[in-house]
């Protein structure tokens, strides 16, 4: 196993970029640039600006070595982006916006050639969010793009490619919905090779690999070491999914909340996936299928609440309980396990007090993510990471509507930069820290919540076949 001391991130997302350095004996980071990653809304179609992330990756590198000293990089990325090389290994065409809605022009003609879900796992999504309607798309509206084109690689990959001159792809981007991978057998679709491209997909990397050091010119140019190693890099989810692999032994699900509640089961039970409730396949740093399942959890709190963060008193909880109060799905019927489902109260919700909704909408959640975990087959305990790891009363629901442990991170060894900075430790690492256990209830409160979700499975369950009987 490598030890690097130092290692440099590059870590760009949807909305910010940064430059992070990693203390891998503590695991921190210990200097950070942070950058807006904007849009430019000009022709020939919104794309990323890869000249202004370039520079500002260059400086924050060059000012690292300085402060402390680079041993190895590694880079994480948001998912849903493509980039297409040239011969020179500059870019064919500018990075194209995944929420620019071009490619659903052609939407027709893509779904006549792309895979099915049973051999990708990947549901058919809108705008660019599949990698292949952006190829698709690309390819036949800008003149000369296929003569250009050299090499396609993944975005994570390109900045490797940048750095090191190496064109290559990575699996954990290739398999997060893009309909260019089957993650079952671990290799390319047919997708490719329907759209002429087959021959200029660069070769597919584990994350873990070292794919070459920094170029001799411009590891000169700004102060690196000669030799500094560049590791594969690996997309953003599945960064934050790594220190878990690294620590957990399967099975275990991993439960992480924000604006979307994503759940992730390793080493689940086999299940047969719908792509119709949002269930996906993604592919973990391992090169392993993770079944997935998501909603739009935090976005739904916080319509619910209206920007409010209410914790419900004893009391609160103690009256929703004794009188059924619930809440079925579904807020955002856009996306999630109950699409095109609209929101039902048991109970008017404007009698309800602020602290007593907030329970309500506390354990509708907690349901919400207990179905997602249900459709993925999930096991084991459940590591939950984000703000609702700090919402008592939806890990109490959690635990109990699933009957399995409830397990909260620690604090450190999480996060976006620190799963790419372990990638360094290479394959076969393995993290001793340990998260805690979620303390069990009382049996008075576990009964109650256990009687609870019964009844909401059975209330929701009855919603949807009325509305299907209608």
């Known amino acids: 196993m490598s030890t690097y001391r130092h290692v440099a991130v590059i870590d760009i997302g949807k909305t910010n970029a940064k430059v992070a350095l990693v ?19 000009t022709p020939p179609y ?16 060059s000012t690292f070595q300085k402060t402390h000293g680079i041993d190895a990089i590694s ?8 980039v297409l090389l040239d011969a020179a ?46 190829l698709h798309w690309l390819l036949r509206t800008v003149p000369g793009l296929r003569e250009r084109v050299a090499k396609v690689v993944t975005y994570p990959q390109f900045w490797v490619a940048r750095l090191t001159g190496i064109a290559c792809t990575e699996v954990t981007s290739l398999g997060c919905h893009t309909d260019l991978w089957e993650p079952e057998i671990g290799r390319f679709s047919n997708l490719p090779a329907q759209l002429g491209i087959a021959d200029r997909m660069a070769p597919a990397y584990l994350a873990t690999d070292k794919v070459g050091p920094v170029l001799p010119m ?30 957990l032994k399967s099975p275990f699900t991993v439960l992480s909340t924000g604006t979307w509640v994503i759940a992730m089961a390793i080493g689940g039970q086999a299940t047969r996936l719908d792509p119709a409730r949002d269930t996906l396949i993604n592919v973990n740093a391992l090169g392993n299928p993770v079944p997935s399942a998501r909603f739009m959890g935090g976005r739904e709190y916080e319509l619910l609440m209206r920007g409010e963060n209410v914790a419900p008193t004893t009391d609160d909880i103690e009256a929703v309980l004794s009188c059924g109060a619930m809440l079925l799905p579904s807020i955002v019927p856009e996306s999630g396990p109950y699409q095109g489902r609209r929101p039902e109260w048991t ?8 602290g007593e909704r907030a329970a309500v909408v506390s354990l509708y959640l907690a349901m919400m993510a ?16 984000g703000p609702f790891a700090r919402n008592q009363l939806f890990l109490d629901m959690l635990a109990e509507a699933t009957g399995r442990p ?30 805690r256990v979620h303390p069990p209830l009382d049996l008075s409160r576990a009964h109650a919540l256990q009687s609870y979700a019964k009844d909401w499975r059975q209330a929701c369950g009855s919603q949807i076949a009325a509305a299907h009987s209608a």
């Open 23 to 41: 203390d891998m004996q503590t695991l921190t980071e210990i200097d950070v640039r942070t950058t807006p990653n904007t849009v430019l809304d």
């Open 46 to 61: 919104p794309h990323f600006d890869i000249d202004h992330l370039w520079d500002f990756i260059l400086e924050g590198l």
């Open 75 to 82: 880079v994480t990325t948001h998912g849903a982006s493509i």
């Open 89 to 134: 290994g500059g870019l064919a065409v500018p990075v194209l916006d995944y929420e620019h809605e071009g490619p659903d022009r052609l939407a027709a003609e893509y779904d006549a050639i792309r895979p099915g879900f049973e051999s990708t796992g990947a549901p058919r999504l809108p705008m660019g969010l599949n990698v292949g309607a952006q």
């Open 218 to 247: 411009l590891a000169q140019a700004i102060g690196l070491a000669p030799g500094t190693p560049v590791f594969c890099g690996i997309h953003d989810s599945n960064a934050s999914l790594y220190p878990h692999l690294l620590a």
């Open 347 to 354: 109970v008017r919700g404007a009698s309800l007090a602020q």
């Open 370 to 385: 207990e179905t997602c975990l249900s459709m993925i087959g999930a096991a084991g305990p459940t590591l939950t990471e």
């Open 406 to 435: 409830v397990l909260l991170s620690c604090g450190s060894a999480t996060g976006t930069s620190i799963g790419a900075a372990l990638l360094t430790r290479g394959a076969g690492a393995t993290l001793s820290e340990k998260p």
